[in-house]
């Protein structure tokens, strides 16, 4: 049975908001490059040749990106409005519209993310675990379906 890979990297750690700020402009801070660089060599290590990388239009999710790209030499980058903030039944969505890609990285947010790998994996997205910042989880499903509880962790890595 052939198999399709989703790789989710949740953002690592960013600068507090600042007054008058959107939480969307939060960049980085010094550990979460850090983190993101880490994320990437570890990426690189695990032989992570993603079809496609989608992020969220969040500054901290675009870095995070940028720097864990910078390490496996990636080019399809695409940003995806609908990540940032998303429930699970959006990130379902987004995974959907990219349903010609055998291996995604989607690069986003908490609680979207652990909710997500719960619902894939124990087809409940109510007992998310948790994902910490620059945190993968690198899940193998049958290709074509998305459904809830069919998901298998293959490493869940954090720095």
Same mark, same amino acid.
């Given at each position: 049975?052939?198999?399709?890979?989703?790789?989710?990297?949740? *953002?690592?750690?960013?600068?507090?908001?600042?007054?008058?700020?959107?939480d969307i402009a939060r960049v980085l801070s010094l550990?979460?490059?850090?983190?993101?660089?880490?994320?990437?060599?570890?990426?690189?290590? *695990?032989?992570?040749?993603?079809?496609? %990388?989608?992020?969220?239009?969040?500054?901290?999710?675009?870095?995070?990106?940028?720097?864990?790209?910078? #390490?496996?030499?990636? #080019?399809?980058?695409?940003?995806?409005?609908?990540?940032?903030?998303?429930?699970?039944?959006?990130?379902?969505?987004?995974?959907?519209?990219?349903?010609?890609?055998?291996?995604?990285?989607? %690069?986003?947010?908490?609680?979207?993310?652990?909710?997500? %790998?719960?619902?894939?994996?124990?087809?409940?997205?109510?007992?998310?675990?948790?994902?910490?910042?620059?945190? %993968?989880?690198?899940?193998?499903?049958?290709?074509?379906?998305?459904e809830p509880g069919t998901a298998e962790v293959r490493?869940?890595?954090?720095?």
């Amino acid at each position: 049975m052939s198999t399709r890979e989703i790789i989710l990297l949740r *953002h690592a750690h960013a600068e507090s908001v600042m007054p008058g700020q959107d939480d969307i402009a939060r960049v980085l801070s010094l550990r979460g490059e850090a983190e993101a660089d880490a994320a990437g060599a570890w990426l690189k290590k *695990h032989a992570a040749t993603p079809d496609r %990388v989608l992020y969220s239009p969040a500054a901290r999710s675009r870095e995070t990106c940028e720097r864990v790209l910078a #390490t496996l030499g990636y #080019t399809d980058l695409r940003s995806e409005a609908r990540i940032y903030e998303a429930t699970p039944a959006t990130l379902l969505r987004v995974l959907d519209d990219h349903a010609d890609a055998a291996s995604i990285l989607l %690069v986003g947010h908490n609680p979207g993310l652990e909710n997500l %790998v719960a619902l894939m994996t124990e087809g409940a997205s109510d007992s998310g675990r948790g994902i910490p910042p620059a945190g %993968v989880v690198w899940m193998i499903l049958p290709a074509g379906s998305l459904e809830p509880g069919t998901a298998e962790v293959r490493y869940f890595w954090w720095p």
